[in-house]
């Protein structure tokens, strides 16, 4: 994998974390701010590190803590896997609009929900498999 991957890679497992934690806190109007915003500069982040292949606070987080990173590089597809599937499934509710259709695509969601846990798991344990059992 080259390096411009792993960072955006790296990119998604810090959104991931960030938009976990934000998740997981009592919902009200600041917190869901702080989501969007969140958002805003995930995606402000992403096109700067895409367009320039440089992002410096991500540079640091690598050299400070390169265990946590590997973490985070590992689970980093999920933001992008979540939304292309978000955009997917939004785009077919809006073209098809009967019940059978929406019930189709609750069904389809709750299967990605489990694909997403699983991938999950499995990325956790391919991160401590590679900081582990190989010496980089």
């Known amino acids: 994998m080259t390096s411009h991957i792993k960072d955006i890679l790296l990119l998604g497992g810090v959104s991931t974390l960030i938009s976990s934690a934000l998740a ?3 919902q009200n109007d600041i917190i869901s701010t702080l989501d969007y915003l969140w958002f805003i500069t995930f995606v402000i982040c ?3 590190l895409i367009w320039t292949k440089n992002l410096q606070p991500l540079n640091n987080f690598k050299q400070r803590f390169p265990r946590f990173s590997v ?3 590992y689970i980093g597809w999920l933001p992008y896997i979540t939304t292309l599937c978000s955009a997917i499934l ?3 509710n809006m ?3 009967n019940e059978e ?3 189709v695509l609750i ?3 709750r299967i990605l929900e489990y694909i997403y846990v699983i991938g999950f798991i499995i ?3 391919a991160a401590t498999y590679r900081i582990f059992s190989k010496k980089s």
């Open 24 to 26: 997981y806190m009592p």
């Open 71 to 73: 973490y985070l590089t």
């Open 107 to 109: 069904n389809i969601q």
């Open 101 to 103: 259709t929406l019930i």
């Open 123 to 125: 990325s956790l344990i």
């Open 46 to 48: 992403l096109i700067k």
């Open 90 to 92: 939004v785009g077919i």
């Open 95 to 97: 073209y098809a609009e």
